[in-house]
């Protein structure tokens, strides 16, 4: 496949799970890799990564969190396995970073969300967002490059991060039964998922 024709693959699969997650009510996704490259891309403790989507959680303004998507449109399993595993050692080195940068951890999800399952012989589906598989992509060779030369696993982190972490399948023909960007725009006029401001009249 050619590469414009990966480019607007990967274009049109971010669009969809967008569309989808916003139609939960719950999430909004402003910025995305291909209009806002800039703002999609974020420090880890070695280099930067760019996400597809960054948005945060509806809610309580003071509360909000943020939200890291990356999303994989594949119709066979690929290395997905593998991709999985450092996308955990990029959430959990990001979080470091902000450490470093901030002095405590920022509240952040983060999203896989394929279009595929992956087939995994090592471990169940469910074991793939706890803190032990989280701590194993971190002692993964592979993944050493975004954690920085001589940086020690802070396991309480690893624990916060691997609570952080979503692994959504999303089918296109869920977009069948997903609101459309008109009705979800009336449906957001009456329900109340903001919050209080930071002052009222």
């Not at 997650?21 to 760019?50: H, I, Q």
């Not at 597809?52 to 999303?71: I, M, N, P, T, W």
């Not at 990029?90 to 394929?114: C, M, N, P, R």
């Not at 701590?135 to 001589?150: H, Q, R, S, T």
Request: with cysteine; hydrophobic share 40%; net charge negative.
């Amino acid at each position: 496949m050619p590469d414009e024709e990966v480019q607007e693959r990967g274009r049109e699969g971010v669009g969809m799970v967008k569309a989808w997650l916003e139609a939960t009510t719950w999430m909004e996704f402003p910025v995305n890799a291909y209009e806002d490259g800039l703002r999609c891309t974020v420090p880890l403790l070695s280099g930067k990564k760019k996400f597809d989507l960054r948005g945060h959680h509806l809610g309580d303004k003071h509360q909000r969190r943020a939200l890291s998507v990356e999303c994989k449109r594949y119709t066979t399993k690929g290395g997905q396995l593998k991709e999985y595993r450092r996308f955990l050692a990029i959430a959990y080195s990001y979080h470091a970073k902000q450490i470093e940068l901030l002095g405590g951890a920022v509240d952040e999800d983060f999203l896989w969300v394929t279009s595929n399952p992956f087939d995994n012989t090592k471990v169940a589906w469910t074991h793939l967002r706890t803190e032990e598989h989280l701590l194993d992509a971190l002692a993964d060779e592979a993944n050493a490059d975004v954690l920085g030369d001589g940086h020690e696993i802070d396991e309480k982190l690893a624990r916060k991060v691997a609570a952080s972490i979503w692994l959504l399948v999303f089918d296109e023909r869920q977009m069948d039964v997903t609101l459309t960007a008109g009705e979800l725009k009336k449906v957001m006029t009456v329900l109340e998922r903001e919050g209080p401001g930071l002052w009222q009249h």
